[in-house]
């Protein structure tokens, strides 16, 4: 549904007590429509684009690891979700930037590239 770009659509899969945490900047989002309005007014240049990388769910408990991009920028984000009566109640997301990795380990390491999933 987060493919559609219809942010307010997508907040049917999730819980009236609904609340994102962005811990690296120490924002919390509460409710459903707050989540909308901000992602349908982040400054995008063109479609969000979502490729999942991983999910893992134990339970109420998933992870997720995804690409996002709008044609311009190119963006991770690993999140932490908790479900609830069958909707994500709550959600605690990391946005980490790339890096390059420091030469003093080189030679010890194999460089596949960013945002590349190894097997």
Known sequence: MMGTNDFFAAT????????????????????????????????????????????????????????????KRTDRAITFSTVRDGKIARQREFWPDPFEAPAWRAQWIEKRGRFTVGK
Request: aromatic share 10%.
């Open 12 to 71: 049917e899969m999730l819980h009236e007590d609904f609340s994102l945490e962005w811990p690296q900047s120490g924002e919390v989002i509460v409710g459903r429509e707050n989540f909308a309005a901000i992602n349908t007014n982040y400054p995008a240049a063109g479609k969000w684009r979502f490729t999942i990388n991983s999910i893992l769910a134990d339970g109420n408990e998933v992870v997720t690891d995804v690409t996002v991009t709008d044609g």
